[in-house]
């Protein structure tokens, strides 16, 4: 009987324990310092780690950044990369940062995002008392906002021919908030992608009072050749809220390939009125090697090719960005063969179209031959008849 009563009562337990453990949560971003207490003027390394690819802002800050930027020190922050293992490292210059401490280093991605910190104890920064850190919390807020972003530019001129593409970048930045804001740090890049690395200088905004409003204009060079799609990022920070805007453009170089077609029928115009004097005929000689002989389909095959390297794109890559362009799956053998076939692909109007957008360039691009080939029609390329029998 007993021994019946003690296995009622041991029944529930062995059901807890039978249930599945909760599953463990994946690691969030991470980020740590080879210390835990510096001096200002000492340098600290801070490492990251299971953070996604791109570049991070980080920054020491007071009040436990509990602000935003408004708290940390702006101009001594770095930035890192973080690599497709999701790792990176930069080194920060220890500083006062502009309200006391609890002092914290803050990483967060550049284009915004979640910040994540830790602790550094700063000797010789005073520690804010929670009331005081109340009294900076109530504050009147440091607000702006940005609107109207445009770019300008992009007509005939040098990058129409390859060179270097210049553009303007205008925006309005308004104060919002309740306090006066004079010159806070406004950060610019310009580059490919989303997260451009390309550094611009950017002009001061000056003092703004609560709802004044002023337009900032930047020029902007595109790194030459100008090719392709382009993405300019700014950031204005040391307020509450870090206010952030992007613009896009673009740049292609229209006029080389109506250089080119041109080229050809003044270079055979010139061969037609140049005069003509006769000669004895030569004697036989081994034919010197000329530009090698190939099909339009060949041209396209090899720009492919070129043009994805070029971009830094793995077949694999190109061919996930040809699926939906072509509405068939594409895979990274595909491309390969489309670039290295013997003979090669015929590739149709569709397909240039969609290799075209894949590798963010022209279609001309695609048809132009590379330095030392010469296009031939495609019967130049097919082995003689046999001889009737």
């Known amino acids: 009987m007993r021994a019946r009563v003690a296995m009622a009562l041991a029944a529930p337990v062995f059901a807890l324990l039978a249930l599945p453990a909760p599953a463990l949560a994946a690691p969030g971003p991470a980020v740590e310092v080879d210390r835990?207490?510096?001096?200002?003027?000492?340098?600290?390394?801070?490492?990251?780690?299971?953070?996604?690819?791109?570049?991070?802002?980080?920054?020491?800050?007071?009040?436990?950044?509990?602000?935003?930027?408004?708290?940390?020190?702006?101009a001594a922050s770095a930035t890192t990369s973080v690599d497709a293992r999701g790792r990176g490292t930069a080194m920060v210059t220890v500083v006062r940062p502009p309200i006391g401490c609890p002092c914290v280093i803050s990483a967060r991605p550049v284009t915004g995002g979640r910040a994540r910190t830790v602790p550094l104890a700063v000797k010789g920064v005073p520690t804010l008392s929670d009331a005081q850190r109340r009294t900076v919390s109530a504050a009147p807020a440091r607000d702006l906002t940005v609107s109207g972003v445009r770019v300008d530019g992009g007509g005939p001129g040098a990058s129409w021919f390859g060179g270097r593409a210049r553009r303007t970048v205008s925006f309005t930045v308004r104060n919002t908030g309740a306090a006066p804001v004079t010159d806070p740090p406004l950060t610019l890049a310009v580059g490919r992608g989303d997260d451009p690395t390309g550094v611009l200088d950017a002009p001061r905004i000056g003092t703004l009072e609560p709802g004044a409003e002023r337009t900032v204009t930047v020029r902007a060079s595109l790194p030459r050749p100008a090719f392709g799609r382009y993405t300019i990022v700014g950031e204005?920070?040391?307020?509450?809220?870090?206010?952030?805007?992007?613009?896009?453009?673009?740049?292609?170089?229209?006029?080389?390939?109506?250089?080119?077609?041109?080229?050809?029928?003044?270079?055979?115009?010139?061969?037609?009125?140049r005069p003509r004097v006769r000669r004895a005929a030569p004697a036989p000689a081994v034919p010197a090697a000329g530009p090698r002989g190939v099909t339009m389909n060949e041209v396209v095959a090899v720009n492919v090719g070129q043009w994805r390297r070029l971009r830094n794109l793995s077949r694999t890559a190109l061919a996930e960005a040809l699926t939906p362009l072509t509405g068939s799956a594409w895979t990274g053998a595909d491309v390969e063969r489309a670039e290295t076939s013997v003979p090669p692909r015929r590739f149709d109007a569709d397909e240039l179209l969609a290799f075209s957008r894949a590798l963010d360039v022209p279609l001309p691009a695609l048809l132009l031959p590379p330095s030392g080939y010469e296009t031939t029609p495609p019967a130049a390329h097919r082995p003689p008849a046999a001889p009737p029998s």
């Open 36 to 74: 835990a207490e510096a001096r200002v003027g000492d340098t600290v390394t801070v490492d990251l780690a299971a953070w996604p690819a791109g570049n991070v802002l980080i920054e020491l800050c007071g009040n436990g950044g509990a602000r935003g930027s408004a708290d940390c020190a702006v």
């Open 236 to 273: 204005i920070t040391g307020i509450d809220r870090p206010a952030r805007f992007t613009a896009r453009t673009s740049s292609y170089p229209w006029a080389l390939p109506a250089v080119v077609v041109l080229a050809v029928p003044l270079a055979a115009v010139r061969e037609l009125r």
